[in-house]
C-alpha cells in the first residue's frame, strides 16, 4: 500500500500537482517532483542554506520543511528571480557584474535570500545585509563579493523603486 498523499504546490505561479511520502523534504520535492534542480543540497541538516527557497516570502531551509507543509503556500525559487527570459534580477545581475560567486554551489540559496530580503526592506544598509547573509555559507568567495553585490542590488532596486 502506497504511504504517497497527494499535494498540491504554487512554485514560482505555476500550479504542480504531484504524490509524495508525507516526510519527503520540500527540497527533494522541489528538484525531484517539480524538476526545478536550481535549489541547492549542501548539508541536508539545516546549516549550509544552498537549499533556501521564499515560502510565501520568508526564506526556509528547504531540506528542513516538509513538502506537505508547504501545501497552497506560495514557493519561489531560484528560477522564479527573474522577470522574464530576457533579464535578470537585481540581485543576480549585481552578483554577475561583481563576481558574487566562484563554483556557485551556494549562489542560488544566496541569491533568493538576499532577493527576499531587498525586495520587502529596499532600505537594507551594510550592517543588516551582513547579518542577513550570514545565514549561509560558502566555501569558495570569503563573502566579500557576496556582500558588495547584495549592496550593489540594493541600491539598483532603491534606484527602480525612485524612478
Ligand atoms: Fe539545507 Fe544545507 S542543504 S541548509
Ligand atoms: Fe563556491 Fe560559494 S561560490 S561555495
Known sequence: MSSRVPLRLYVNGDRHDIEVEPRRTLADALREDCGLTGTHLGCEHGVCGA????????????????????????VRTVEGLAPDDDRMHPVQQAFWENHGLQCGFCTPGFLVLAAGHLETHPDAGEEELREVLSSNLCRCTGYQNILKATMCAARAMRKELDA
Open 51 to 74: 537549499c533556501t527557497v521564499l515560502v510565501d516570502g520568508q526564506p526556509v531551509r528547504s531540506c528542513l520543511m516538509f513538502a506537505v507543509q508547504a501545501e497552497d503556500a506560495s
